[in-house]
């Protein structure tokens, strides 16, 4: 039966029995960007939902964009350990493991919520706190996205389709704003 997830059967159970727990490859070295491009859109989408409403105090932008990176990081926490892992051996080093590769999420909320928190400082209203949390959560996109395929190996032609595909969804975004404000 072919795996749903990163690992396959050749790659062998993520657990040894009565023995130490491997460590997963991106772990290891390349690193997984999926969660970091993933929780830059997410954080776009919040910014995006957020401005349409009106005007808003910028700390609920900021306690909005962390918050659901939080419970997304949660979220995605609970269906690796509970979807993909539910065959293998759960202990708290899994555990833990898995809260740390889904971090990503978290810190990509991050950028945009210091954007939208020192705003005010640069002159700009509530609009002005919107967009341009928008643009710092669209930059982390099509940048983790490169970094991503950059340390896979890709050549420089798929670093920049790669970023140019997270372009694209980061533009929809922004077309989604534009239409919503209207």
Known sequence: M????????????????DGPE?????????????????????AASVVVGAGTLGKFPRLELVALLLGTGVVFWAAHVFASLFGARMAH??????????AKEE??????????AVAAGVAP???????????????VA???????ATVAASRAGA????????GAIN??????IVLLKVALQH
């Open 121 to 135: 400082w640069l002159g700009l209203g509530p609009q002005g706190i919107a967009w341009l949390a928008l643009a």
């Open 167 to 172: 372009l694209c969804l980061g533009l929809l």
């Open 138 to 144: 669209l930059i982390g996109q099509v940048g983790w």
């Open 22 to 42: 491997t460590v997963p490859e991106r772990e290891a070295g390349r690193g997984d960007y999926s969660g970091a491009v993933y929780g830059s859109l997410l």
């Open 2 to 17: 072919p795996s749903d997830g990163p690992e396959s059967a050749a790659d062998g159970p993520e657990t040894v029995p």
């Open 89 to 98: 051996h759960l202990s708290w080093h899994v555990i833990r493991s898995t």
């Open 103 to 112: 971090r990503p999420i978290i810190k990509a909320a991050v950028p945009p």
């Open 155 to 162: 050549s420089r032609r798929m670093m920049l389709l790669a």
